[in-house]
């Protein structure tokens, strides 16, 4: 069965019919734009189920050389920037009238590309540009992405032209290219579908409780997925959890160019708790204990990896077994949550394995 | 007259007169302004050598700051013929025309003219070593401007809208007068107007200025605020000065370098998701925004924005997530100051909030590295600064024009070779 939509829900939530109020467009336009269900009360300070889950519309799916981007929509919805430790709500504003999200992967290896920049302008029915610059994103839906709620202007066709810089983040294996991209894409914006998206509140027991929502199925883009511990694509030493995410910690004397002779390859792996979403933009730094003696102290450095996809690395120079590998999240995940994240991944513990 | 049942404020309007440009727009503005506007002197040589020297004759608020002049144009123009010295002769006396005419002061006239790469091409030798001009480039990999190649650029600017419409009238030789005196010469005499660009800054002046592209519908923008983004900029101990932007030596000794760039700011973000705390911290720096130093647009913060207390940039970018643009540049600078002269304005030009970032140093390659500085790879390579986002106020531009040129000393000014005039 179809879940019911947004429509549905907001006449249902609201004291005011559309139909009422069709001689009233600018007091309409500021009520569906706020009325989002209140937030769980209670959040707990780890993922959570949010208050409700909205369905989305794919723009299009574009390809350019090895990068693939998705431009899709929403509804507007909160959300929270992080800096450092603290979080800033963002609320619905009056003239919001979608969240635009972009999600852009590799498409040889499969791996989303956090740490993209991402810049966005749009041409709408009436010949204005404007442009936007999202915010690096985690939703329970969508995993890493660039966000943001936008105002458009007339309903109509707008012209979308993504612009993504690849990130400078460090690579194993071979080096791509990080030259400027650009990915065009159309959409009608309609208010009237855009309230036929699928809708869902979350009763009330559920909602707040610790959890999340399934990923959706987002077709054609990848969602942004650490490998699970079970099947670690490099030996596993051990799984920790801190500050509500899950830690997978791997060394390997084999590892392409990054690890030589008499050197192990250390791989910390922080992903969400049930979507493993990975969770990027953290500062990570590791102790290794090595043959009686501290063989490493220092950071761990973000990398992409086709097969651990981004994770937070460093090579230790030592041939002898490692003992101990002792890892410390310094800096929380600086991307911006959704609903349901925003308590989570804050206060971290070290994690010794 | 306009009418003034159409809403627009008085001050306002002088504002948009200048980013119109034109007779009609003069006419308008002179009737709306009144200003009694000083005239000049007949006597250059009582002028300073150097065509950057505006300290002097600016004002200064009560802490000491450089108030700039009210009002901005930027004019290109295209050189078509051949340096003679007749050419030079009309150039020259062109810009005497608004050394006779206006005062060299706020309340007068300010000018100066300026050279690009591409006019120095046109002649067999190179420019000495002593200059450091090369072509405009983008300056990070995540911009891509329109480089701009005039050959020339003016600069004009003044407390009176009035005063930079009426000077622009009288160098595109569509007036026989200019504050009442004669017009000898005019820069189009010699020069084609390749486009025109306009701004303004100064308390109130981007308040009135916010019904614009990139500005959100709340009217965000301070009332009392000097530029778009909230806050004071050009402190006295922020900037370079004038004697460390100069070229020491060789034929164009006296002379500095000028870069111009323009920026698009999109400030929806700035000002309806980032709170105050996030702003003081993008702009000056964390450790600000957790002792309140800086209140309001910053005013109390006296000659100098105090960044002593910031730290290094990459640990608080380490420690923060989020490093300061203020706090950034510490580390270009030279004997406790930077080695730019920033005259940035604010601008409505395109329909958007802008800012001609117009900044002045003894080579290009100063401006270059202090750029470097605000990119600050090393924050967002080694912390979870990304390379806009947190990374200062980057998030929130984007350069769309660079240019550079050369604005050699008075003596020089008129369609000087690499050698200098006098070759
Ligand atoms: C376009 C928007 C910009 C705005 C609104 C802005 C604003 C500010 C503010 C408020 C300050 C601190 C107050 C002060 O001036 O002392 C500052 C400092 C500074 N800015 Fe910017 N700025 C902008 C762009 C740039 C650019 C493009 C550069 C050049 C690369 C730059 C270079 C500097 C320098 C060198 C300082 C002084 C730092 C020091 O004291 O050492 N700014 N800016």
Known sequence: MRKPSRRAFLAAAGSVGLGATAGCLGFLETERATREPPLPENRPDTAYVPSHVEGMEMAGMQTSGRYACALSYTFPHRFWLVRGAETDRVDVRGEDDVHLMVAVWDTETGTVLPEANVAIEHTGPDGETSSVTPWQMLSQQMGVHHGDNVALGPEGNYDVSVRVVPPTTRRTGETAATDPLEFEFSFTFDRASLDDLPFEDIPADREGTAGAVDPMDMKSATLSQAPPADDFPIPVRGTGETGGANLVVGATEEFGDLAGDSETYVAASLCTPHNKFVLPSASLSATVDAGGTQVFDGDLVPTLDPNLGYHYGAVVSSGEEIENVTVSVDTPPQISRHEGYETAFFDFSDVSV | ?423
């Open chain 2, 1 to 423: 007259m306009l009418p003034d049942s159409r809403g627009v404020s008085r001050r306002a309007f002088l504002k948009s007169a200048v980013a119109i440009g034109g007779a009609s727009a003069l006419a308008a503005c002179m009737d709306r302004e009144d200003a009694d506007v000083p005239t000049g002197v007949d006597e250059p040589a009582s002028l300073p050598e150097h065509q950057h020297a505006w300290n002097d004759a600016l004002s200064r608020d009560d802490a000491g700051n450089v108030v700039p002049p009210r009002h901005h144009a930027l004019v290109h123009l295209e050189f078509d013929g051949e340096p003679t010295d007749e050419a030079r002769g009309t150039v020259e006396s062109a810009l005497r025309t608004l050394e006779r005419a206006y005062e060299w002061s706020n309340n007068g006239l300010l000018a100066t003219l300026g050279y690009s790469p591409a006019y120095f091409e046109r002649f067999d030798s190179a420019l000495p070593e002593s200059v450091h001009l090369p072509e405009p480039q983008p300056l990070s990999d995540l911009e891509d401007p329109a480089l701009d190649t005039p050959d020339a650029i003016l600069h004009l600017a003044s407390d009176h809208a009035s005063g930079v419409l009426e000077a622009e009238e009288a160098m595109r030789g569509n007036r026989d007068t200019a504050n009442g005196v004669d017009v000898d010469a005019a820069l189009t005499d010699v020069f084609s107007v390749a486009d025109r660009r306009s701004g303004f800054v100064g308390d109130g002046l981007p308040a009135e200025h916010q019904d614009t592209g990139g500005v959100p519908d709340s009217e965000p923008v301070p009332e009392d605020a000097p530029f778009y983004m909230g806050f004071e900029s050009g402190f006295e101990k922020s900037q370079a000065t004038e004697d460390r932007v100069t070229i020491q030596s060789g034929p164009f000794a006296g002379g500095t370098t000028q870069h111009v760039s323009h920026i698009d700011l999109n400030l929806t973000q700035w000002y309806e998701q980032d709170d105050r705390e996030s702003r003081v911290a993008q702009m000056f720096c964390p450790a600000h925004a957790d002792s309140g130093a800086v209140e309001g647009t910053g005013e109390n913060l006296g000659d100098s924005p105090q960044l002593d207390d910031c730290g290094d940039p990459v640990e608080t970018g380490s420690e923060r997530g989020v490093v300061g643009h203020s706090q950034k540049f510490q580390r270009v600078r030279e004997d406790g100051r930077p080695v730019i002269l920033r005259r940035d304005f604010d601008s409505t030009d395109g329909g958007h909030a802008g800012v001609h970032f117009l900044a002045l140093q003894r080579e290009i390659a100063d401006f270059e590295r202090t750029r470097d500085a605000m990119n600050a790879t090393d924050v967002s390579g080694q912390t979870p600064v990304g390379r806009t986002q947190n990374n200062g106020i980057r998030q929130y531009l984007s350069v769309t024009h660079r240019g550079n040129y050369l604005l050699p000393p008075r003596s020089n000014r008129a369609l000087p070779t690499p050698e200098g005039s006098d070759a």
